[in-house]
């Protein structure tokens, strides 16, 4: 059963986490016994070339994928020995998810994208309607919240991405190549702004990016070779960032 332990400081604590694919008569190793924690509030970029494992350790950690071998501890429980129905529940409740391609539906207006999510949630109807304002503005979205999708830029479309995850009001945000539909420049103030309302919001991330210029961003970088953990750095965020990039977050 899923608990509410919110008293720990390890949000995230994967141990000799393997998951290998069978190709007719072959096993392919994605992840080789990957091993570290996430604390509480913590910013962490999963790097690593195509095939590194990058995508496999965010879909175990989702929960959309199972182990082969290792545990996936989240807030102290171990996700790879939950039923399909925990994983349900621990998905609604626990995550929410920011794609490279958004994710959008194109027949609802950012305002519409949102409320969606906040549906599924059970929220009271009077409530969904103020929330999603909320998140919206949140990003900067304020004056396009009637808009549909194609009425939206990319960097735009990825900000209603952004506001949907948070108005689930998860403890984990896993977010996987925010930037790879967007230019360079709309690609930074993104992560910039993932990055603000983490540390507002106290929201722990892992974020799947192969940019190394958005590591500034990040408070660790782990970065994956063969589905092994190559290196594990701690960035100094506080020193990287006093130079004004989060303040044009909402210029994207």
Do not use: W
């Amino acid at each position: 059963m899923i608990s509410h332990h919110k008293e720990l400081n390890s949000v995230i604590k994967i141990s000799n986490l393997s998951k290998h694919y069978k190709l007719v008569d072959l096993s392919i190793s994605a992840l080789e016994n990957v091993s570290f924690t996430v604390e509480l509030g913590e910013i962490v970029f999963i790097m690593g070339p195509s095939g590194s494992g990058k995508t496999t350790l965010i879909n175990l950690i989702g929960g959309i994928d199972n182990p082969t071998g290792g545990s996936i501890e989240i807030l102290g429980e171990d996700i790879a020995q939950y039923s399909d129905k925990e994983l349900t529940l621990y998905r609604k409740k626990r995550l929410a998810f920011v794609f490279q391609f958004y994710s959008l539906i194109p027949t609802l207006t950012a305002r519409e994208n949102v409320e969606l999510v906040l549906e599924l949630t059970l929220r009271k109807r009077k409530d969904i309607s103020k929330l999603a304002e909320e998140q919206l503005t949140l990003v900067g979205l304020e004056n396009r919240m009637d808009n549909f999708p194609f009425q939206l830029s990319g960097g735009e479309r990825q900000r209603v991405a952004i506001a949907r995850a948070l108005a689930k009001s998860p403890d984990i945000l896993l977010i996987d190549e925010p930037t790879g539909q967007l230019d360079q420049k709309t690609g930074d103030n993104i992560v910039s702004l993932i990055q603000k309302i983490a540390k507002e919001k106290k929201k722990t991330v892992l974020l799947v990016t192969h940019d190394q210029e958005l590591e500034c961003y990040a408070d660790r970088v782990i970065t994956l070779r063969s589905g092994k953990i190559i290196s594990d750095e701690s960035k100094s965020l506080l020193t990287q960032n006093d130079d004004g990039r989060i303040s044009n977050a909402a210029n994207i």
